[in-house]
């Protein structure tokens, strides 16, 4: 099952693992559900923050990559 939806950021915490760059990231859905994923760099926007409009790329109801939002869509 592949989908995107709209969120919003709720929480971003990088770290590193021997010297990996990984990310956890919180996000609340429109549906005021929330979901987290710890991601690899390369699937996160460089900089993201909390507050900030994103699409999130789900694979089998999990997230494997967030985007930031153009800000075109209808809200």
Do not use: C, K
């Not at 915490?13 to 390369?42: K, N």
């Not at 900030?52 to 809200?75: K, W």
């Amino acid at each position: 099952m592949l989908g995107e939806a709209d969120a919003l950021v709720v929480d971003v915490r990088p770290f590193d693992v021997h010297g990996v760059g990984y990310v956890d990231v919180t996000v609340a859905y429109r549906d005021r559900s929330t979901a987290s994923a710890r991601l690899g760099l390369e699937s996160v926007p460089e900089g993201l923050a909390a507050g900030e409009q994103v699409i999130v790329r789900v694979v089998a109801n999990m997230i494997v990559a967030i985007e930031r939002s153009t800000g075109d869509e209808a809200g």
